[in-house]
């Protein structure tokens, strides 16, 4: 007989499930974007797209981290990079299952959903494929990217800000001074 679990009133919903949905639907979509620049827009033979004056689908092989960091010379660097972000991805995951808060789940799950995203592109083809390219005139903020790496930084930003703003309600106990 199957168990049905009833939430009591003031009960604190499962948030590990929220959070492990939106890392699923972050990654589907990294992963379907991939193909589509890939494939049908064969953006890797065509190498730019101009969509509009600001933005342009641009082909980039991406062999380091974030901003150029740790830049993978060979296989050795390569695999020594899908080791180093699969551990962090671990330490999100451990995260977000003990996570409580909604917010900080659903932002976790951001960043998981784009670090599994890369990592299956770096351990597929050696490296991670970028191509959203934000531009005004020739000014470029941001480096070519990909959804996982948007959905990285928007949930960073998310539990950074979130750790700035809010703050647990102290025990009047301890606001007794000595």
């Known amino acids: 007989m199957a168990k049905v679990k009833i939430l009591r009133a003031g009960a604190v919903p499962n948030h590990r499930a929220i959070g492990f949905a939106a890392a699923g639907l972050v990654f589907l979509a990294d992963q379907l974007s991939k193909w589509a620049v890939a494939h049908p827009l064969r953006l890797q033979q065509r190498g730019v797209i101009e969509l509009l004056p600001i933005f342009d689908l641009k082909w980039v092989e991406n062999y380091g981290v974030s901003m150029g960091f740790l830049t993978a010379d060979g296989e050795v660097g390569r695999w020594l990079l899908v080791l180093l972000t699969a551990a962090i991805a671990g ?88």
């Open 91 to 178: 330490g999100v995951v451990v995260w977000l299952w003990r996570e409580r808060q909604r917010p900080d789940a659903v932002a976790l799950g951001l960043v998981l959903g784009g670090a599994f995203g890369n990592i299956l592109d770096r351990v597929r083809f050696g490296h991670v494929v970028d191509f959203a390219d934000l531009h005004f005139g020739e000014w470029h903020p941001f480096l070519v990217f990909n959804v996982a790496d948007a959905a990285i930084t928007v949930g960073v930003l998310l539990l950074v800000l979130r750790a700035l703003l809010t703050r647990e309600k102290n025990d009047p106990a301890e606001n007794v001074n000595a």
